[in-house]
């Protein structure tokens, strides 16, 4: 475990501003709090704000807000990752001199065409590899380069997931070659939060398990950029009553848009019997700041389910 005395702790929440925080993003913000809160370290926001078409104008506040309202105080300066264009660049820079990434001129529906078999994983099709030995030539009227790939190994990435133990994945046939870089400039997800939790010191990250996957990927980078490794723990996912993946409509906790107000106390504790904690029904009456003081002593990720479900408040 990376967690020894004489190394602080930074963990992290790192919502995107494209939607109010929802019960998932609230577990999400919980769950990492208090698990780098019990170490004594320091937790950090981030807003993942790159994708900027999906952005809506006011929510990055708005989930400060709701944040603030929870108790679930940040330290120090939140980080913006359209702040950190510079960082990617130099990252960028740095595999290309490594010889890692190439361009690639392949749309995503040549991409899905080429699959042999459906696949229907959140990572869509793995890449199937055309321009990895150069793009074709250009004749007149070629495509443009739609985006900047980094070459995967066959051997299996490996890591240990404090819920989920140790676990492995062949990138080949999960993702392929994957993007790092769009056509247009704009630095891919997977990059961009590698170099993030790299700049800020991030040495926990505790995030849905819908990341869960992703996480061999991020892993390959920071080894090619020689970057540590964090520790990393995927809690349960939140999901609609049907078992579905949270929708808009599940976004119940915009601070200006529903009646949270009131509520905040209810919901921190339906998070923390969420992440397998069992707090007395009288807590209620408590602050939230003391809700979390409580959380922060009980919590331990050996008892995190292994299921999510619907957060039942
Ligand atoms: N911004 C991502 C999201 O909201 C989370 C990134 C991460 O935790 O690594 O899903």
Not at 49 to 55: A, E, G, I, M, P
Not at 86 to 111: D, H, M, N
Not at 230 to 251: A, F, I, N, Q
Request: net charge neutral; proline share 6%.
């Amino acid at each position: 475990m990376v967690n020894s005395s004489h190394h602080q702790v930074v963990g992290r929440f790192a919502p995107s501003p494209t939607g109010a925080l929802h019960t998932g993003s609230l577990v999400a913000a919980v769950g990492s709090y208090l698990m780098a809160k019990q170490s004594g370290g320091r937790w950090l926001l981030r807003l993942d704000d790159l994708d900027t078409q999906r952005q809506l104008p006011g929510m990055a506040d708005d989930i400060m807000r709701a944040l603030e309202s929870f108790g679930l105080l940040w330290d120090g300066e939140v980080a913006c990752q359209s702040r950190n264009l510079g960082e990617y660049l130099r990252a960028f820079e740095t595999l290309q001199r490594g010889g890692v990434i190439y361009p690639c001129r392949c749309s995503r529906k040549e991409i899905a065409r080429s699959a042999s078999a459906p696949h229907s994983g959140d990572d869509g099709v793995p890449y199937h590899g055309s321009c990895r030995d150069g793009m074709k030539e250009g004749a007149k009227g070629d495509p443009p380069i739609r985006s900047w790939r980094v070459r995967v190994p066959e051997e299996e990435i490996c890591f240990y997931d404090l819920r989920s133990g140790r676990l492995c994945q062949k990138l080949p046939s999960v993702s392929g070659d994957f993007i790092v870089r769009r056509g247009d400039g704009e630095f891919a997800y997977q990059l961009a939060v590698v170099v993030d939790d790299y700049a800020a010191g991030v040495n926990q990250v505790v995030r849905g398990e819908d990341l869960l996957s992703s996480t061999p990927r991020q892993i390959y980078l920071q080894r090619l950029l020689g970057f540590p490794q964090p520790e990393y723990c995927h809690l349960p996912l939140v999901t609609g009553g049907d078992g579905s993946k949270l929708s808009k409509r599940d976004h119940l906790l915009s601070h200006g848009l529903s009646n949270l107000a009131g509520r905040e106390q209810t919901l921190l504790l339906a998070a923390l019997r969420f992440l397998g904690l069992t707090p007395a029904p009288d807590l209620v009456e408590c602050s939230c700041s003391d809700i979390l003081q409580w959380g922060v002593t009980h919590f331990d990720p050996l008892r995190l389910p292994a299921h999510g479900g619907t957060l039942v408040f």
